[in-house]
């Protein structure tokens, strides 16, 4: 069960150095500390043409500082992600990091998973590109009833589910004229037959200075799914 003092405190989608962030990871580590932020998740890009990204000969080295800083800062728990553009995976044929790195990580996030032409990967292909990913997967702060309008929210909710992904609420992510975030419409998929079985990830995708995900957070408690959060699974 997570804890009150949790509650407001957790940021799992932040970008540091080693890809286009702004800070080092021990300066993320560092502000996250100082915010009473008690989770931060590291999801750095991963081998990627469309911004700085981490090599494959670099991932191994990413990896290290990250353990090497959960080591020495045991009052915040750390998470090791990454975060891959399937696009790029699918047109550049570009693969998954050897499978000995990943089974190191806690979560691998996707983006551009859609059942839209010229917009994303169809959910289907992505199940077969990602099927031997040991670890937590997550759509990347995705848009459901935009990027998947060919299924009812509980068709949805069911095939991501059996899917094995977990959605990303991501607090940067707006529509074209709109205030709020992506996921203040994800309100009908949360009624879905199928939602207790759902994980959830919350960020800001944080390219500067590190906060926490607080309204996504209080998002999910208004609707009871708190406790769906990937940091009770991993």
């Given amino acids: 069960m997570i804890v009150e003092k949790t509650l407001k405190n957790i940021n799992l989608h932040a970008h540091s150095t080693f890809s286009d962030g702004q800070f080092s990871p021990e300066t993320l580590v560092m502000q996250a500390i100082e915010q009473d932020i008690s989770i931060l998740g590291f999801a750095d890009h991963y081998h990627t043409s469309k911004t700085l990204s981490i090599a494959p000969d670099m991932l191994k080295k990413y990896i290290d500082e ?34 000995n790195l990943m089974e190191r990580l806690d979560f691998m996030l996707f983006e551009y998973i859609a059942n839209i032409p010229r917009t994303g990967i169809p959910l289907a292909h992505a199940v077969l590109m990602t099927k031997d990913v040991p670890v937590s997967k997550g759509l990347a702060h995705t848009d459901l009833s935009r990027m998947f309008p060919d299924m009812t929210p509980d068709e949805c909710v069911d095939r991501i589910v059996n899917a094995g992904f977990f959605i990303e609420l991501n607090e940067s992510y707006r529509r074209p004229g709109e205030t709020d975030p992506f996921y203040v419409h994800y309100i009908p998929y949360f009624r879905a037959s199928g939602i207790a079985s759902m994980r959830f990830s919350v960020g800001t995708d944080s390219h500067g200075a590190i906060k926490s995900a607080s ?3 209080s998002f999910l408690q208004d609707h009871d799914l708190l406790n769906n959060l990937i940091i009770e699974h991993i």
């Fill in 215 to 217: 309204n996504a957070l």
């Fill in 66 to 99: 990250l353990d090497n800083l959960a080591t020495r800062h045991n009052a915040i728990r750390m998470l090791k992600g990454i975060e891959i553009n399937t696009l790029d995976m699918f047109l550049q044929n570009r693969s998954l990091p050897d499978i």
